[in-house]
Each structure stands twice: as structure tokens, then as C-alpha cells.
């Protein structure tokens, strides 16, 4: 089985200035995740791709030979860009065999396990049925049944409508999760058939520690995560 694993680290960001290059125990975000998948690569015959327009980033150097930097198209780098385009266009460009598997690895998550992503990897390899594989969190108190929707004169509704104002207890509601960003797992075959980066049925794999689902999309976060880091 050979791995791809790619991590795309695109410039600019709204809640955090080059959040990509923003560090976390002193490395930064997009260099973790490339050091996660070196550390993969004690398991798996693999190749790293580094998709970025970051100009500081298109001259990055590694010790790892199958480390390739890809400069991202100009098309492939605005806000409304969808990452499936982006992964597309790389499969394409550099002929990814369809028999591969594609790991996706979002910089934006510092911390994976990696025993998790390991074992993710060979249930899908062994296991025909699922055709993608996705980490999840748990939402916690963040319930859907909890949540609102607000109209322009400030009225608010239930966001899940069930025909009455939801109060039970947050241990009480039913299960819900959330994609972590941590890693998406899927064969380059089944994402070019499907149209998606998580061709179904999917697999859900729930974190066991919080800290792996930490998502650094604001200052908040990088200070929560750097505070793990200790």
C-alpha cells in the first residue's frame, strides 16, 4: 500500500494573519503536520505534497526525500476554493495512481495521534466496504437541539425544529459529531468516481483526547493549543 499524504497550506486567512505559518510549540502549524507524516512513514511506503502558495513555503527543505512541494494555481487559491478542487488538480497534475491511497492532513490541527491515523489507514486497506474514512469530535454542549437561527428583526428560532424549546440535560441529548480536521482517508479511486473526499459509506473515527480535536481558526485557539503544548 502506498500513501499519499497531502497537506494544503494556502496564504491568507481571515481569523488569523498566515495562520499556516502560525506556530505551536514553536513550529509552525504547517510544519507539524509535515512532521506527522514523516513519522507515518515508519508504517507506510508514503509521499508527502505540499500544496501552497505561500512564497516563503515554495522553498521549504527536508531531510525527506519524498517531499514535494507544489506551488498552488492562482485559480485554486481563493477563499470560495473548495480543498476537493484543490486535491483534484494535484491527482491530475502529477498522475497519482487510482490504486493509492490519499490521506488529507489539515495544518490547522496540531496534534494527531498517530497510532489512530496508522490503525485508520490499515481498517481501510483491509476493509472493502467503507470507501472513506473521516476523524470526528464530539460536539458536546454545541447540540444542534441547542442551537438558533436569528431573523433580521432579532427573533430568534430553533435551528433543529422538534415542535418545542429543547431543555434536557446536555448528558441526555443523543450523540452528535463533528469533522476534527484532523485526517481524511480515502483511495484515489474511489475520490476521482464519487466527486469527494469522503465517497460514502464513511467511516468515522472519534478522537480519544479533546486535544486532538483542537482547530486552530482564531487566537483563542492558538493560545488553547500552545497551552496543551507544554
Not at 83 to 95: A, F, G, Q, R
Request: proline share 5%; charged share 25%.
Amino acid at each position: 500500500m502506498f500513501i499519499n499524504i497531502v497537506i494544503p497550506a494556502r496564504n491568507g486567512s481571515k481569523g488569523i494573519k498566515n495562520k499556516n505559518l502560525a506556530k505551536v510549540g514553536n513550529v509552525p502549524l504547517f510544519e507539524r503536520s509535515i512532521n506527522h507524516a514523516i513519522e507515518l512513514s515508519k508504517y507506510f511506503s508514503l509521499k508527502i505534497w505540499l500544496s501552497t502558495d505561500i512564497p516563503s513555503l515554495l522553498n521549504y527543505q527536508s531531510d525527506f526525500k519524498d517531499l514535494v512541494i507544489c506551488k498552488r494555481d492562482k485559480n485554486l487559491c481563493g477563499d470560495e476554493v473548495l480543498t476537493y478542487d484543490v486535491i483534484l488538480n494535484l491527482i491530475n497534475s502529477y498522475s497519482i495512481p487510482e490504486e493509492e491511497f490519499l490521506v488529507l492532513f489539515q495544518p490547522t490541527t496540531p496534534f494527531r495521534d498517530l497510532l489512530e491515523v496508522r490503525d485508520a489507514i490499515i481498517f481501510l486497506e483491509e476493509n472493502y466496504y467503507f470507501k472513506s474514512l473521516v476523524s470526528l469530535s464530539d460536539v458536546g454542549g454545541n447540540h444542534p437541539f441547542r442551537m438558533k437561527k436569528i431573523n433580521k428583526e432579532g427573533e430568534i428560532f430553533d435551528f433543529t425544529d422538534q415542535g418545542y424549546e429543547n431543555m434536557i440535560p446536555r448528558q441526555s441529548l443523543p450523540k452528535v459529531y463533528i469533522r476534527s480536521g484532523s485526517f481524511y482517508i480515502s483511495r484515489v479511486s474511489s475520490i476521482l468516481k464519487n466527486g469527494t473526499l469522503l465517497p460514502k459509506p464513511c467511516k468515522g473515527v472519534i478522537h480519544n483526547e479533546y486535544k486532538y480535536a483542537i482547530n486552530i481558526d482564531s487566537e483563542v485557539d492558538l493560545i488553547l493549543a500552545n497551552n496543551f503544548n507544554i
